[in-house]
T-cell receptor
Framework: AQTVTQSQPEMSVQEAETVTLSCTYD???????LFWYKQPPSRQMILVIR??????QNATENRFSVNFQKAAKSFSLKISDSQLGDTAMYFC????????????FGDGTTLTVKP | DTGVSQDPRHKITKRGQNVTFRCDPI?????LYWYRQTLGQGPEFLTY????????KSRLLSDRFSAERPKGSFSTLEIQRTEQGDSAMYLC???????????FGPGTRLTVT
């Protein structure tokens, strides 16, 4: 079974600064996907960024980028130029292959961006 | 809006009552997932469908829970004889088989009193 661990329950950052959220996972699979989701207060979960395990290049989406260390089973999210709208709970998730269906989520990191 | 929709958004029920939630996936998506999220935790997988076939059920899904997707479009999740421990957000997501990105709906928040 896969496990996903987010060791930072809460973090804060000043507006315009950079913050990194940590995620580690445990799996024996070689083909998998990793995701970061954002869940603003009382709003629905939104996919922020996705990384395919077979790709060595780290995924980037505008101000969001990941540091994927496959051997270390680490998948951190870096948010650059933090904005007030980035305040949310962030979840790291693992999905086995593309036809395995379910995702396994970490318990989340609550990020607060301060003005 | 062509995203995943869920109905109702909020449900308050008394212990012992039955409740049913509905999820309408993105129209071309053939996979549909149900998750449960309790306060301060990440979503936990309950079950998923490909078209009308239920392909996997979590051990979390007790006999009081049943899910259907009769025509491969919308899905329902029923909880019988609700208990206070069933209080949670029930999330639905959909995707295309062979593509990795599930899209989530807004969730149904269930409160059992």
């Amino acid at each position: 079974a896969q496990t996903v661990t987010q060791s930072q329950p809460e973090m804060s950052v000043q507006e315009a600064e950079t913050v990194t959220l940590s995620c580690t996972y445990d799996t024996s699979e070689s083909n998998y996907y990793l995701f970061w989701y954002k869940q603003p207060p009382s709003r629905q979960m939104i996919l922020v960024i996705r990384q395919e395990a077979y790709k060595q290049q780290n995924a980037t989406e505008n101000r969001f980028s990941v540091n994927f260390q496959k051997a270390a089973k680490s998948f951190s999210l870096k948010i650059s130029d933090s904005q007030l709208g980035d305040t949310a709970m962030y979840f790291c998730a693992f999905m086995k292959g593309t036809n395995a269906g379910k995702s396994t989520f970490g318990d989340g990191t609550t990020l607060t961006v301060k003005p | 809006d062509t995203g995943v929709s869920q109905d109702p958004r909020h449900k308050i029920t008394k212990r012992g009552q039955n409740v049913t939630f509905r999820c309408d996936p993105i129209s071309e998506h053939n996979r549909l997932y149900w998750y449960r999220q309790t306060l301060g935790q990440g979503p936990e997988f309950l079950t998923y469908f490909q078209n009308e076939a239920q392909l996997e059920k979590s051990r979390l899904l007790s006999d009081r829970f049943s899910a259907e997707r009769p025509k491969g479009s919308f899905s329902t999740l029923e909880i019988q004889r609700t208990e206070q421990g069933d209080s949670a957000m029930y999330l639905c997501a959909s995707s295309l088989a062979g593509q990795s990105d599930p899209y989530f709906g807004p969730g149904t928040r269930l409160t059992v009193t």
